[in-house]
């Protein structure tokens, strides 16, 4: 008995020490200490966010933002550290102010943002489309300047469309009640607020694809993306709503981890190294990261490589 309680005694020490050895290195003594924009509250921007605070060797503060473009401006303020954003966004603000594109810098795309089109049923092309109300996002969104850019590309913006720039959730309840013809949504599938419609509320809208011709005119080549005009073809599948019931060809935007280039290079390369490490568990808490690829990483790294970190070509090839 005695020895049974000296035994009991020696372990409760041994757990005692192992406990305040541990207590030593927990997230908050050992952890990098970072400040990420992460858009809406309920939106996947912030939801990413929250996985990055999982990473070993960091802790990230989510901020609540309007999303990319305040994101961005954000990074450019020191009011943030690391960011997400639409790229095409990204390269707007860094052609309209240069020093931007020296202050941050991309780190890696991570998902796309597929473009979406709701429109009433009897619209049936896009590249036809005129004297049409259409909602294209609220003004300085990442809607707006994607959607700007299909349009003006496509010749449309002359077409006598009045342009709407009202709340998302606005918008559509606006084109199920008939106030409006058409609304853009850029975000990535399955969008929430698509997601929730029914059959029976959608019986008088579609979702428009962009047809082979406009396709064409967006993404004349495989440069089209070095040249500036960052989107790729995407499908939204059958199925992702139910209201459609056909899969839909448009294009998509890559939305991209962004860093102050301030931040230290053995921080962006730990950072970098751990996001591949633990790919696994970050697409069991979101997923989004399901689509990191390292395939599309190089391949926009070989096409705009001023956009960068440059730590990120050095990594890349090693991953």
Known sequence: MKKTKKLNMVIAIINIVL?????????????????????????????????????????????????SQDNINKLMENKTDIALAQMDVFMKMATDYPKLSKKIKVLIPIYAEEVHIIANKNIKKLRKIKNIKVNIGPKGSGIEITTRAILKKLKLLNKKITIDQRSTKDALDALLNKSLDMVFIVAGAPVKLLKSLTQIETSEIHLLPIGKKSRRKLLPNSNAYALGFPYSYKKIRRGTYSWVAKTI???????????????????????????????????LSHKKWGELDLAVIKKSLSELPNYFHPQVSKMINSL
């Open 249 to 283: 060809r448009t294009v998509s935007v890559g939305s991209v981890l962004l860093i102050r280039s301030e931040i230290d290079d053995n921080t962006v390369k730990q950072l970098i190294n751990n996001i591949f490490s633990n790919k696994v568990e970050l697409i």
């Open 19 to 67: 406990i305040g050895t541990l207590g030593l290195f927990s997230k908050s003594d050992i952890s990098v200490k970072l400040r990420f924009a992460g858009g809406f509250s309920k939106g996947t921007y912030y939801q990413i966010g929250k996985t990055l605070d999982k990473l070993p060797g960091f802790e990230f503060k989510v901020q609540e933002t309007k999303g």
